[in-house]
Structure formats: C-alpha cells, structure tokens
C-alpha cells in the first residue's frame, strides 16, 4: 500500500527555522516524482515545487524560488520541504504529493499534511 | 504560468441532482488536467486524471471531460458524501497550477 506519512504540527516564531517530512512507503520511492502543495488557512491549493528523489532534480514554482528549499534522502526515503527563515505568511497546512515518473501525470497519493503555525 | 479559471467558486444542489464544474486553461494544455476532491480537514483526492480517466476506486457518479482549454467536471447524481471543495489541476507545464476551487453543498 502506498503511504506518505508527513511530520507533525509545528508551531515557531518569526525568523526561526523549520524542516517537515513526507515518508514514502509502499512503492520505489526513488522512481516517482514528490511534490509539496501549500494551504493557507481557507484557501486554495498551490503548488511549491518537486523532486525527483532519484538523482534530486528539482524544479520550483516562481511564487517560491528562494523562499523555501526541497530535498530528499533516498536511504530513508524521505522528502523535506524547509525555511531558513519564517514569516508570519508561511502559516498554513503543508502537504506532500507523490505525482508519477512524468510531470504530466497527476497527484495520485497524499500525504495527512502538516501544520505550520508561524506566530 | 498557466491561469486556471474554474467556476461557479461555490454552488447548492439536491441530492440526486447533475452538477457541473467548469475549468478553462489560459493557453492549450492538451489532456493533462486533472480534478481532485477535498473533503473538511482532509488531503485533497484524486478523482480524475488525463481530462477523463477516473481513477481506480473513484464512483462512477464521477466523470470529466474536455480537451486544450475547455474542461468539464460532473457529478452525474449529488450524494450527500461528495460535500467537498472541488480543484482543477493542470499538468502540462511547469509550474503546475490549480484551479481556484468550487465549495459544492447540499440545498
């Protein structure tokens, strides 16, 4: 069964840093693309930015480039999404995506998403 | 970037009714777009992929349709279950973008 498990709720201060994680299980984790998709609080979905955990090729939306970083750890089969920074207007929920071997193809798993409270 | 309208942003139906979703692309993405459901609390779900390919599990209350720009989203007979926000996704090109979503509720 494919499964990404993310980290739990975070709660920190302006200016402070934070990493969260997405666990893939259930499937070749280094063969699929993971992407990460913010939520503020009654909004929409948008999408930050992906990788491809075989070789960490990344690509970011424009909205984020420089404001966050996407990493993966192929022994542990994990994908980070981190700040070095935080501002109040990074509250929101976080949450991984497993997409396919293409970019064309869809978001098919999900992780439970994490919370990320900036105050 | 590729602009993604989706409308109505909200809508109120029976049960049992038709509802349709609409999501039209600011530029030709081919079939790559996708629609996913996103119940209170929850992550969103995969409903529909490539226009119209429901996925595995998915009723099939659930279809989409549509080419280019112009795409359909139905939900051929309103369950009590499907109250959720709906999104349009599109694919095609980097970076990926969502639709604004459609809150659908039972009248």
């Known amino acids: 069964e494919v499964q990404l498990v993310q980290s739990g709720a975070e709660v920190k201060k302006p200016g402070e840093s934070l990493k969260i994680s997405c666990k893939g299980s259930?499937?070749?984790?280094?063969?699929?693309?993971i992407g990460w998709v913010r939520q503020m609080p009654g909004k929409g979905l948008e999408w930050m930015g992906i990788?491809?955990?075989?070789?960490?090729?990344?690509r970011y939306s424009p909205s984020f480039q420089g404001q966050v970083t996407i990493s993966a750890d192929k022994s542990t089969s994990t994908a980070y999404l981190q700040w070095s920074s935080l501002r109040a207007s990074d509250t929101a929920m976080y949450y991984c995506?497993?997409?396919?071997?293409?970019?064309?193809?869809?978001?098919?798993?999900w992780g439970q998403g994490t919370q990320v409270t900036v105050s | 970037d590729i602009q993604m309208t989706q409308s109505p942003s909200s809508l109120s139906a029976s049960v049992g009714d038709r509802v349709t979703i609409t999501c039209q692309a600011s530029?030709?993405?081919?079939?790559?777009l996708n629609w996913y459901q996103q119940k209170p609390g929850k992550a969103p779900n995969l409903l529909i992929y490539d226009a119209s390919n429901l996925e595995t599990g998915v009723p099939s209350r659930f279809s989409g349709s549509g080419f280019g720009t112009d795409f359909t989203f139905t939900i051929g007979s309103l369950q009590p279950e499907d109250i959720a926000t709906y999104y349009c996704?599109?694919?095609?090109?980097?970076?990926?973008?969502f639709g604004g979503g459609t809150k659908v509720e039972i009248k």
């Open positions: 530029q030709d993405i081919a079939r790559f």
């Open positions: 996704q599109q694919s095609d090109n980097l970076p990926l973008t």
């Open positions: 995506a497993r997409q396919g071997v293409v970019i064309t193809q869809p978001f098919d798993y």
């Open positions: 990788i491809f955990p075989g070789d960490s090729e990344t």
């Open positions: 259930g499937y070749t984790f280094t063969s699929y693309w």
